[in-house]
T-cell receptor
Framework: DTEVTQTPKHLVMGMTNKKSLKCEQH?????MYWYKQKAKKPPELMFV???????INESVPSRFSPECPNSSLLNLHLHALQPEDSALYLC????????????FGPGTRLLVL | GNSVTQMEGPVTLSEEAFLTINCTYT??????LFWYVQYPGEGLQLLLK?????DKGSNKGFEATYRKETTSFHLEKGSVQVSDSAVYFC??????????????FGKGTLLTVNP
């Protein structure tokens, strides 16, 4: 099973709201990723967690706050977002011991009003 | 740094036509190469991969061969179906070493297959 799940599927929020995106995998993968994808573009890497520790932050604004509470779960906390943050947010995971393949979830489509 | 160049779309084909989407890369050493597919409104799905020179990845009738001499990983399918309409991304990850394995993506190619 190579399933990564993400909730919610869609999210609409105002610029003053606080919301969270959730990503879960039960494959035992110890690397997890957040990507942002704008329409008609490839995904852009935001954050990487390895063994539940943040290992890469691609200069993402502080209004995005990642969290990895355990090896199966990855959250992205959102606060004071801007309309230009509207995008598809993708989570991915990778088995650190067995290869380079990243497995993606279905994404959360975020609209900031 | 690493880079991936894939043919600009959109590509429009009739059902049962032959498909080629070109992908070339720049990287040091022997990266792993991937094709991901994104159907409308969905996330990315791994279509196929190859991890060393001359490997052929295949899945669902799609094939791609890792050509080190031409630094290419072109995607092919002999007979496309309407259900193959999607965006296709070529990607690479660096050779083994380090825990981060950042994927480098091409810009994506939109394929539309008409009945």
């Amino acid at each position: 099973d190579t399933e990564v799940t993400q909730t919610p599927k869609h999210l609409v929020m105002g610029m003053t709201n606080k919301k969270s995106l959730k990503c879960e995998q039960h494959m035992g993968h110890r690397a997890m990723y957040w990507y942002k994808q704008k329409a008609k573009k490839p995904p852009e890497l935001m954050f990487v967690y390895s063994y539940e520790k943040l290992s890469i932050n691609e200069s993402v604004p502080s209004r995005f706050s990642p969290e990895c509470p355990n090896s199966s779960l990855l959250n992205l906390h959102l606060h004071a977002l801007q309309p230009e943050d509207s995008a598809l947010y993708l989570c991915a995971s990778r088995d650190l011991g067995r290869g380079e393949t990243q497995y993606f979830g279905p994404g959360t489509r975020l609209l900031v009003l | 740094g690493n880079s991936v160049t894939q043919m600009e779309g959109p590509v429009t084909l009739s059902e049962e036509a032959f498909l080629t989407i070109n992908c070339t890369y720049t990287a040091t050493g022997y990266p792993s190469l991937f094709w991901y597919v994104q159907y409308p409104g969905e996330g990315l799905q791994l279509l196929l991969k190859a991890t060393k020179a001359d490997d052929k990845g295949s899945n669902k009738g799609f094939e791609a061969t890792y050509r080190k001499e031409t630094t290419s990983f072109h995607l092919e399918k002999g007979s496309v179906q309407v259900s193959d309409s999607a965006v296709y991304f070529c990607a690479l990850s660096p050779p083994r070493g380090g825990s981060n394995y950042k994927l480098t993506f091409g810009k994506g190619t939109l394929l539309t297959v008409n009945p």
